[in-house]
């Protein structure tokens, strides 16, 4: 059975965070990879790769479950923009460093794909596809 945007399931976040990217934004002919997740805490980040493009999620476990919180590019890379978001610094540096080693395995035309994302998108609290189901902040 496929997770519901901010549904927890038995899994841990390594199952649950993709099945609730790919519940919000997979079409039948538009698959979504999600590849790495690294999770620090109540905090997450998820890279995807749907349709030519991608970028990276930021997700925050709350008494729901995960929901995203916003899609950006390289503009959560860093520990220092992800205390401007609103990490603690203990978690900020942890999670930054966690996708660091995480992305040190992919392929550079991967980390091109995800640097591709423009800008910074923020989610409605409700998960919403309607809000991001395009990808808008993405360059054609």
Request: aromatic share 4%; net charge negative.
């Amino acid at each position: 059975m496929a997770s519901m945007p901010g549904m927890e399931m038995s899994d841990g976040p390594n199952q649950t965070i993709p099945a609730t990217l790919k519940t919000m934004f997979e079409t039948a002919d538009k698959p979504l990879r999600i590849d790495p997740v690294v999770v620090q805490n109540d905090w997450a980040i998820a890279g995807w790769q749907q349709d030519g493009r991608g970028g990276r999620a930021l997700l925050k476990r709350g008494h729901h479950g995960w929901t995203v919180y916003l899609c950006s590019g390289d503009g959560i890379k860093d520990a220092a923009a992800l205390q401007k978001i609103g990490l603690a610094a203990d978690d900020a540096e942890a999670l930054a460093a966690k996708l660091s080693d995480a992305e040190a395995a992919l392929d550079p035309t991967i980390l091109k794909i995800f640097a591709s994302f423009e800008g910074t998108v923020m989610m409605a609290d409700d998960a919403g596809a309607a809000v991001h189901g395009g990808h808008e902040g993405h360059a054609q």
